[in-house]
């Protein structure tokens, strides 16, 4: 049977990759529903090649030319703009999957609309857990839905689960790039440029994510997800710098045998897995060649470096709503550094803040309007607070601090 599909987030970098696992696999999957941001040229042309039922874009201005853009087109898909346009698209009609590949934290209510319309989740959107893990896992539970990974290091540990008795695992064991800057010293970061930052050596990604992957603080956000997801301590989940990205992810069970999954760095496979399980349809993409890879080599995760990763240990330890202010903060930050408006080292030092400065109404169980009300608190507090840095004086002390 053809399974029906949305995307949200159709014209990044996770939903092209979708929809060119669809465009390979016509007889395996269809689109129903396409939400973008703002490239009205790219996703006018994925309205004509895959014909959805229902569109979003989420810049309401760009709604008309989008009309316009497709006014030749029989039958005409539903047309719908901003925020709500988007939450529309999630829950819509009879699509069995919804791909949530929006960046950021905007993607959490589509996606719990999309759980509870009853449908499952490739989820590509680390901050739907990350933010709102408390209010999402239970209605994941509800609505009875499945929620699959579709990130490569969660799909990675999801594969290597496949046939582990429940109670058999042990450990979780994340693989980092180590970003643009795994070797430069630690002396050379206040002299980073946003260009810098944006050069990963191994994976083609969205401007945020790579700035994440330079800061190691997608690796401490994975950490928080892998919490959720596989309900493992953070004592039990580690992370190992591997500069190669052959090895996706690792898990320890409880012998102590070790179990990797490795491939070419491909987001494909993991959307593909997510979108297939729990069966494996043949591709014709290159295979992974060991002896081309050459030497695969590890190494531990320098802190003075990545203080952010000691920060999402912290805040996932502190639970509640903390995980939310973490994350908005680290948006805004990578927001403004984008911008040039900040320096490379004060995202850390902003993120620090906002963590240090958070008081949380409820520790154990906040609602969807507490995470939502961290979440603006934090961007505020960020945004203000970077009004009033210093400039960079090039130290770069390990934040420790923290909470």
Known sequence: MVKRISILGSTGSIGTQTLDIVAQYPDQFQVVGLAAGSNLTLLVSQIRQFRPEIVAIRQESLLEALKIAIADL???PILLAGEAGIVEVARYGDAQSVVTGIVGCAGLLPTIAAIEAGKDIALANKETLIAGGPVVLPLVEKHGVKLLPADSEHSAIFQCLQGVPTGGLRRIILTASGGAFRDWPVERLPLVTVQDALKHPNWSMGRKITVDSATLMNKGLEVIEAHYLFGLDYSAIDI???PQSIIHSLIEVQDTSVLAQLGWPDMRLPLLYALSWPERLYTDWPPLDLVKAGDLTFREPDHQKYPCMQLAYAAGRAGGAMPAVLNAANEQAV?????????FLDIPRLIEQACDQFTPQNRVNPSL????AADQWARNMVAQASQEL??????????????
Not at 390 to 403: E, I, K, R, Y
Request: aromatic letters at 4%; zero cysteines; proline letters at 6%.
């Open 74 to 76: 029989d039958p005409q």
């Open 240 to 242: 190992v710098i591997h």
């Open 335 to 343: 927001a403004l550094f984008l911008e040039e408006r900040i320096q």
């Open 369 to 372: 309007d507490e995470i939502l």
């Open 390 to 403: 210093a400039p960079s004086t090039g130290s770069n002390n390990t934040l420790m601090a923290v909470l």
